[in-house]
């Protein structure tokens, strides 16, 4: 009895919500749009944060010193330095790199066409010897050319930590702006969906006053519309994972072929893992927009 009674009032709920979509089909458009455009929002900024993640990952893997020797270095000073550096807590792999070894490797860089800048180097090769130190952590870095720096029979020392700074100060304002930016979509979406529901208890506010004198619940009356939202940011969840999906596919095509230092996170993420956040985002906003409009309706 109570099992159908339950069937019966879901059913009711379902059925009714629709019915108040269709009544109020501009307001019901523009408030699942407005999801829509919030979550999309959202998801960039969450793909621009996981590629960003991803890259300094990648980058950070790479990072490394490189600790050129003077040519006139004795024996002696290279096993000091190797010692320091191999002393040198985090310091993961050390290689030593020799002058013709550097020149090939230059030349490589060049390539076939820019050969020719290097031709006749070999008798009297500018750059200098190194050793390429390999880190645990990008912070290793300072502690490894603050140990080295000064030491005889040392030319200079090269690190990538003005790389690795200027991209996290760049996710941290990313972090900020879209953190920002996706609060004040929320506060839109849940006012539009708010004033959609609104506007529905309004124009039937009579009919819920005569349901709660004949006895209806607070819940019996709210759940329509609770449902009304969800479906609402259902429906916008899934349009901006279409459009998110879409878009981001032609920008991971284009950069797939220009981006040579950082692998981006694939399209196919976006329609199985960031489309059951966006539902889940949706359904939230949607019903939490219904349950504090209608609330003060309530007290018939």
Avoid: C
């Avoid at 300094?56 to 550096?85: C, G």
């Avoid at 013709?100 to 090769?125: H, P, T, Y």
């Avoid at 230092?261 to 985002?281: A, D, E, H, K």
Wanted: proline fraction near 2%.
């Amino acid at each position: 009895m109570h099992t159908d009674m339950r069937i019966s009032t879901v059913s009711f709920s379902i059925k009714d919500a629709f019915r108040n979509l269709n009544r109020n089909k501009t307001i019901s458009i523009a408030s699942a749009a407005t999801v829509a455009a919030t979550l999309f929002i959202f998801g960039i900024y969450l793909l621009a944060m996981m590629n960003i993640k991803q890259g300094i990952l990648e980058v950070q893997s790479k990072v490394e010193v490189k600790i050129y020797l003077q040519d006139n270095i004795t024996r002696i000073q290279k096993r000091n330095i190797e010692d320091k550096i191999n002393t040198t807590d985090g310091v993961v792999d050390v290689s030593y790199e020799t002058k013709s070894q550097a020149l090939d490797k230059f030349r490589n860089q060049l390539g076939q066409e820019n050969k020719s800048l290097v031709e006749g180097l070999e008798k009297d090769n500018p750059i200098p010897s190194a050793y390429i130190v390999k880190v645990s952590d990008p912070q290793v870095v300072s502690r490894v050319v603050k140990n080295v720096q000064g030491m005889p029979g040392i030319y200079s020392v090269q690190d990538a930590r003005e790389i690795v700074d200027k991209i996290i100060a760049i996710t941290r304002t990313i972090k900020w702006v879209g953190t920002i930016i996706f609060i004040i979509l929320i506060g839109v979406s849940l006012f539009l969906i708010g004033n959609t529901i609104k506007i529905t208890v309004y124009s039937r506010r009579k009919e819920i006053g005569i349901m709660k004198y004949i006895g209806a619940t607070d819940w019996f009356i709210r759940w329509p519309f609770i449902i009304e939202g969800i479906i609402i940011g259902i429906a916008g969840g899934i349009v901006s994972d279409i459009i998110l999906y879409y878009l981001y596919k032609i920008v991971y095509v284009k950069a797939a072929s220009t981006l040579v230092i950082m692998q981006l996170i694939s399209p196919t993420y976006v329609i199985t893992s960031i489309l059951g956040i966006f539902i889940l985002v949706g359904i939230i906003i949607g019903a939490a927009g219904s349950a504090l409009s209608i609330r003060k309706f309530l007290e018939v």
